[in-house]
């Protein structure tokens, strides 16, 4: 019989996906709690045809190191973790998840908008404390109807995003690379970042990171947004100064942050933000649902199948590597 590739799973990933992706290749898995030691990984890589990133680094270095490898893939949209120029000189192909997730991640990004907005969380806590008729003032939510949302990063994610804000009858501003061709049939706005700042009432982060927008929003950017302002980042963390976010808030720069992401992971008590007492955080879970964590994995495994048959992937980030 013939060899099955061989790929490297470099985390924990879903059982049902896993048992499939196991009739195809054989499957070399970490799965240990903390991160595959860079020495391991780039050990098992040296025979691995496809791997399966989770979060793991995947640097220059990696991808040289790995002779046989013809296809990576992760479970995620972003891939901030992946050396895309590295792998594309090799003509090695990348797949992530797009779309398969954008629905999800757009209504997670408008829930934390509102759970944010309305107070949500202080006012369950609340009652949990058994405290019904002593409501304090600093429990009372903001509107979000009648305001202005600014969506930084209208991509397919903070679109779906601004038709969720347009539904609440919010404005909507954006920050983007390009204008979209559509604004005199949507009514969004393109503006500069300055302009978003200072006109939004929700300023709402869900770009990409790369060179220029690490630590893109800092003192300066708090600073520009109005004092009333909520801050919420679906992004990622490092799009973020984690220590300018907390000076805004503690001097009431802007008044409330929401995070999906934050900078470090995993973060928590003790760590700053949460002991301002202005600041919700949930743990990176913007796209977990079963049905879309589902897809994104049936998607990474389609395109591992794909990629190390040699057969073009469903999903390539690089599909320059196809060009003749
Ligand atoms: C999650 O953060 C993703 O990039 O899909």
Redesign the pocket.
Known sequence: MEKKPLVVVAGMIRKDVMAYLSEYVEIKQWTEKETIPKEVFAEWLEDAEGVWLTKTPLDAEAIAGAKKLKVAAQ????YDNVDIEALTARGIPYGN?PDV?TET?AEFGFALTLTAARRIVENVNFVKEGKWMERPSNIKGVDVSRNTIGIMGMGRIGTSIARRATAFGMEVLYFNRKQRPDDAETGYKFVSLDELYEKSDVVLCVLPLTEETMYLVDKEAFKKMKNTALFVNTG?GKEVRVEDLKWALENGEIDYAALD?VDPEPYGPGMGLLETGKCLITP?I??FTDRTRYDMAMLTENNLIRGVRGEVILTPVNPEVYKE
Not at 75 to 78: L, T
Request: aromatic letters at 0%; a positive charge.
């Open positions: 479970s995620a949209v972003g998840t997730l991640v990622r992401v990176h913007a796209s």
